[in-house]
């Protein structure tokens, strides 16, 4: 069954925002931390962001730093990526991922995974 569904992306032009949402399975994913990964056609899969279950840490991937914000809802069942200044670059299939242990950024220590969700930025 679906744990984790991302919902949010679309075509935006270079410089336009997107904010991402990820849902979770009511309280599935109690004490985890949340991640989003991107893949664009042709590469591997690359970290995005991620965030603790408190909310309280946060780590981001050079390339996005100072553009996208993860964050996630009191409730901890929605984790969110808010995308600012869109480059061309920044095309792929973004996915979000849970993991139960500490904040982390390698893919294979995240345990479920949603379907995924295309961004598509033009110039």
């Known amino acids: 069954q679906v744990q984790l569904v991302e919902s949010g992306g679309g075509l935006v032009q270079a410089g336009g925002s997107l904010r991402l949402s990820c849902a979770a399975s009511?309280?599935?994913?109690?004490?985890?931390?949340m991640g989003w990964f991107r893949q664009a056609p042709g590469k591997e899969r690359e970290f995005v962001a991620v965030?603790?279950?408190?909310?309280?840490?946060?780590v981001y991937a050079d390339s996005v730093k100072g553009r996208f914000t993860i964050s996630r809802d009191s409730a901890k069942i929605t984790v969110y990526l808010q995308m600012t200044n869109l480059k061309p670059e920044d095309t792929a299939v973004y996915s979000c991922?849970?993991?139960?242990?500490?904040?982390?950024?390698?893919?294979?220590?995240?345990?479920?995974w949603g379907q995924g969700t295309q961004v598509t930025v033009s110039s």
């Open positions: 965030i603790n279950w408190s909310g309280a840490t946060t």
């Open positions: 991922a849970a993991t139960p242990r500490s904040i982390q950024t390698v893919a294979s220590n995240f345990v479920a």
């Open positions: 009511a309280r599935t994913f109690v004490g985890y931390a």
